[in-house]
């Protein structure tokens, strides 16, 4: 048996999706493969939902948010729940990293030292957070007294993509939870496993039935009736600008439900013309690009390196590009795994084809190595007009642009729709001010690839993000509504 057959002969796979606390087919019995993108095989078959499955599980998390089981709780009976997942989580880490990288290619080291730790935290702190908050008292006039309260929406569905599905699941229930909602998850049809197996987890660390729920299927099948449901009260996504578009339609078309938007990016490098050391720059862009195949929403898919500092940088990122190690994504050693799907795949060489034929160099790479496996690919003499400088590829290619300036290398990189991140380098600490704040992206690194963490907000400008943020506080805004309650004290 091969090490990938044995490592899904030990995993615990799913029984089916997760509503009111149990696991079953979907209604209408269909089911699709769910397949490792390194080997091509099936790793299990994952139920196919349809609206009657959607209708069921809101139906459940209804029932459970009414009813107070959650809701209703004491804040830190919740956070006991919710810190007894984040444990659990850390118990079953091997096997979660295992099903992650089997079936999003993305590599076992990774998957055990980054999205899994990093779930538990995110639930972790979240579920710390929720008996340390107040309300508010407004400045009234003494004859009144005004409540400023925040109270759960209800039903919350989260959508999510393929990139980071444990992560990205738990950026969405950490504050949803912890703010007393019942939850609907979606996993991207790509990725379902974790996002079953945490359900599991939930339900044994005494979160109750009803209020996590977890259904699989495709986007029009599952995602357009969660968007238009009008019993879903918040739905908040994680996945391309295009698809992100639709979620306000179908909220305008239905009940009007909050809406929140996490969505792709086009992010940008800038190095000033004074920045040293850059050789290690382009450490910190190599990661910042192919990290995660660039399947990364903040991935730094352009650099825009002031004239001076240019070549330097083309040459170094070009040896970076060399040294990073594709492969099996079980071995512990690979830095790189397959690309998510062959459509993917396929996306990312037409789009690398784009950027060969509009001109653009190819320093390294610029092809597939063998199967999925896609290799960094730095391109230099990229100009604004060309598809590689303004399309999210989100795949291990970046861009290299010249700027005549400083002033010129802020304008490039803000020469986007998007608007999710971006990295700054000078060694000027005024200038490091003020063009952070030129930069129009939700965070902002300087001297460091960053996207923050768990107490900093994080989101998009622009086409990369609309109506709240994930992390932090911030994120608890929008499961919550505003409520004031005026209580006139003069009779
Ligand atoms: P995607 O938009 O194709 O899919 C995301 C989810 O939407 C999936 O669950 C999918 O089934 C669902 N969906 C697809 N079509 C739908 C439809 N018509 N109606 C309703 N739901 C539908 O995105 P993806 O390919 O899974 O993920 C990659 C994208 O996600 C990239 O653009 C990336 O930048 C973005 N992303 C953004 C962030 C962020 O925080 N800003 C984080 C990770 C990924």
Request: net charge negative.
């Amino acid at each position: 048996m091969t090490l990938h057959a044995q490592t899904v002969a030990a995993l615990r796979l799913p029984e089916g999706i997760l509503i009111d606390g149990a696991f079953g087919p979907a209604a209408g019995g269909c089911a699709f493969a769910t397949r490792n993108p390194f080997t091509g095989d099936t790793i299990a078959m994952v139920p196919a939902c349809g609206a009657a499955d959607v209708d069921r599980a809101v139906a459940s998390a209804r029932a459970a948010f009414e009813s107070g089981v959650w809701s209703g709780l004491h804040p830190s009976a919740r956070k006991a729940a919710m810190t007894r997942l984040a444990d659990l989580i850390l118990e079953n880490l091997e096997e979660l990293a295992a099903m992650e990288a089997l079936d999003a290619g993305k590599p076992i080291t990774d998957c055990r030292e980054i999205d899994v730790p990093e779930t538990a935290k995110c639930i972790r702190w979240h579920g710390e957070a929720q008996d340390k908050l107040y309300g508010q008292i407004a400045p009234t006039a003494p004859d009144a007294l005004a409540l400023i309260v925040r109270e759960p929406v209800g039903v919350v569905a989260a959508v999510l993509p393929w990139n980071f599905p444990l992560l990205m699941m738990a950026w969405k229930i950490g504050p949803a939870l912890a703010t007393g909602n019942s939850v609907i998850v979606k996993p991207a049809e790509q990725t379902s496993l974790t996002a079953l197996r945490l359900g599991a987890l939930a339900l044994e660390a005494g979160i109750p039935p009803g209020v996590l729920n977890v259904i699989t299927g495709f986007g029009p099948e599952v995602g357009e009736p969660l968007g238009r449901h009008m019993d879903v009260d918040a739905l908040t996504f994680t996945g391309s600008t295009e698809v992100g578009r639709r979620f306000l339609e179908y909220s305008a078309q239905s009940n009007l439900k909050e809406v929140c938007l996490e969505m792709g990016g086009k992010s940008a490098a800038v190095i000033l013309g004074d920045a040293a050391d850059i050789p290690r720059i382009a450490e910190i862009q190599g990661t910042a690009i192919f990290w995660n195949m660039g399947e990364n929403c903040t991935a730094n898919s352009r650099i825009i390196a002031h004239r001076d500092v240019y070549d330097a940088v083309v040459a170094e990122m070009a040896k970076v590009a060399a040294g990073w190690r594709l492969g099996d994504q079980l071995d512990p050693a690979t830095r790189n795994g397959p690309l998510v799907s062959a459509e993917h795949f396929a996306k990312v060489s037409r789009l690398v084809a784009s950027g060969k034929a509009q001109g653009a160099r190819v320093v390294h790479g610029g092809e597939g190595a063998g199967g999925l496996l896609f290799q960094p690919t730095v391109f230099a003499e990229v100009t604004p007009d060309m598809e590689i400088f303004t399309t999210e590829i989100f795949g291990p290619v970046v861009a290299v642009t010249r700027a005549e300036s400083d002033e010129e290398a802020i304008q490039l990189a803000n020469r986007t729709q998007y608007g999710l991140a971006a990295t700054l380098y000078t060694r000027d600490v005024s200038r490091a001010h003020r063009y952070a704040r030129m930069l129009r992206a939700g965070t902002v690194g300087v001297n460091a690839y960053s996207e923050g963490e768990i107490s900093t907000p994080f989101g998009g400008f622009k086409a990369s993000g609309f109506g709240g943020r994930d992390n932090g506080l911030h994120a608890h805004e929008q499961y919550t509504e505003l409520k004031t309650i005026w209580i006139d004290l003069t009779t």
